[in-house]
C-alpha cells in the first residue's frame, strides 16, 4: 500500500516507456506528494508531449542532466530533510547511475524508495511476441567520436547469432557523449552505418583478442568464431526488427531485412533487435502481428 505522503528520502519513480500516462498509480501518488521533483533528462526522453503531460500528472519538476545525477550532492543534501522525487523514463533501475546513487543514499543514512515502471526492455520482449529467454547479452551502439569506434557491441550480436539468440541493440541519445544536452537519439539509418563502420574494422584491423594466436580460452575460440561467421555475411541482409517510440500512441515496429527497414522510420526513440533463430510461434508473431 502506498501512504498519501511520501516520507522524508530520496524516491526513485519511473515514468514508464513512451509515456508518462504508463506510470503506475503508486509511482504517481509518491512523486506528487514529494517535496521536491527532478526529472532525469539524460537516458531516455519522455515522448511527444510528455514534459507537459508529467507535469498535469506530478506537478512541477526541474530536469536536470547527467553532471547532477552523477554528482548528486545537492539532490542528497535536499532529500535529508525534504521528500525528493527523481523522475526516471521507463524503470528507475535499468541503469547503473541510479543503482550508483542508491548506494550513496545508503552509505549517508538517507531513506529510499524504488517504484518500478514498464522499461523498454518489457516492451521489446512483451510487444514482438519473441521469447524473453531467447535473448542473449543486450548491446548499446553509441554513436563514433572521431577514429574511436569499439567494435564489441557487433562482437556480442555475433555470439548471440551464433547460439541461435535474439539482441537487444539499444541506439544511443547523445551525440556529445556529455549528457548535458537535450537528447538527440540515434536514427535507425545511423545506427546501420555505424555497424556497417563496425564491419570494416573488425575485417581492416581487427582487436587483437580476435587473433587467433591470442586465443587463450574456449569463450574466445568462440568469440572468433562467431565473428568470422557474421563477416561471411552481409550485415543488411540480416533479419532484424526495428522498434520505435514503443509505449506511445506512434509506436512503430517494422521487421525484415536489416538495410531495408531502415529506410523511413517514424522520428523518436528507437531500438533494434537482432533477430537469432525464430522458433515456436516468434516467426507468427512477427509476421502476422506487425
Given at each position: 500500500?502506498?501512504?498519501?505522503?511520501?516520507?522524508?528520502?530520496l524516491h526513485l519513480v519511473g515514468t514508464g516507456a513512451g509515456s508518462p500516462l504508463n506510470m503506475t498509480v503508486g509511482g504517481k501518488e509518491i512523486a506528487s506528494s514529494c517535496d521536491y521533483?527532478?526529472?532525469?533528462?539524460?537516458?531516455?526522453?519522455?515522448?511527444?508531449?510528455g514534459e507537459n503531460r508529467l507535469e498535469k500528472l506530478v506537478g512541477a519538476y526541474e530536469i536536470i542532466r547527467r553532471p547532477e545525477v552523477e554528482n548528486p550532492e545537492r539532490i542528497l543534501e535536499l532529500a535529508k530533510s525534504n521528500s525528493v522525487a527523481l523522475l526516471v523514463v521507463g524503470d528507475p533501475m535499468q541503469a547503473t547511475t541510479h543503482v550508483d546513487l542508491l548506494l550513496r543514499c545508503k552509505d549517508e543514512g538517507i531513506h529510499t524508495s524504488v517504484h518500478h515502471a514498464v522499461s523498454a526492455?518489457?516492451?521489446?520482449c512483451a510487444g514482438l511476441g519473441l521469447q524473453s529467454y531467447r535473448f542473449g547479452r543486450q548491446v548499446s551502439l553509441t554513436f563514433p567520436h572521431g577514429n574511436h569506434l569499439p567494435t564489441s557491441p557487433l562482437e556480442f550480436i555475433a555470439e548471440n547469432r551464433f547460439?541461435?539468440?535474439h539482441t537487444l541493440v539499444l541506439?544511443?541519445?547523445?551525440?556529445?557523449g556529455m549528457g548535458i544536452e537535450q537528447p538527440q537519439p540515434m536514427t535507425p539509418p545511423q545506427a546501420f552505418e555505424v555497424?556497417?563502420?563496425?564491419?570494416?574494422?573488425?575485417?581492416?584491423?581487427?582487436?587483437?583478442?580476435?587473433?587467433l594466436e591470442n586465443v587463450s580460452s574456449a569463450r574466445d575460440l568462440s568469440r572468433l568464431k562467431a565473428v568470422k561467421w557474421l563477416l561471411n555475411e552481409k550485415i543488411g541482409d540480416v533479419h532484424a526488427v526495428i522498434c520505435s517510440n514503443l509505449g506511445s500512441s506512434n509506436a512503430q515496429i517494422k521487421s525484415g531485412l536489416l538495410s531495408k527497414i531502415t529506410e523511413n522510420c517514424v522520428s523518436g526513440i528507437h531500438s533494434i533487435v537482432?533477430?537469432?533463430?525464430?522458433?515456436?510461434?516468434?516467426?507468427?508473431a512477427l509476421e502476422k502481428l506487425h
Open positions: 500500500m502506498v501512504e498519501n505522503m511520501a516520507a522524508t528520502g521533483r527532478f526529472l532525469e533528462g539524460y537516458t531516455s526522453l519522455l515522448g511527444e508531449n526492455v518489457d516492451l521489446v547460439l541461435g539468440l541506439l544511443d541519445l547523445d551525440p556529445t555497424m556497417c563502420r563496425m564491419v570494416e574494422r573488425l575485417k581492416d584491423d581487427p582487436p587483437p583478442h580476435l587473433e537482432i533477430t537469432g533463430e525464430l522458433i515456436g510461434m516468434e516467426k507468427d
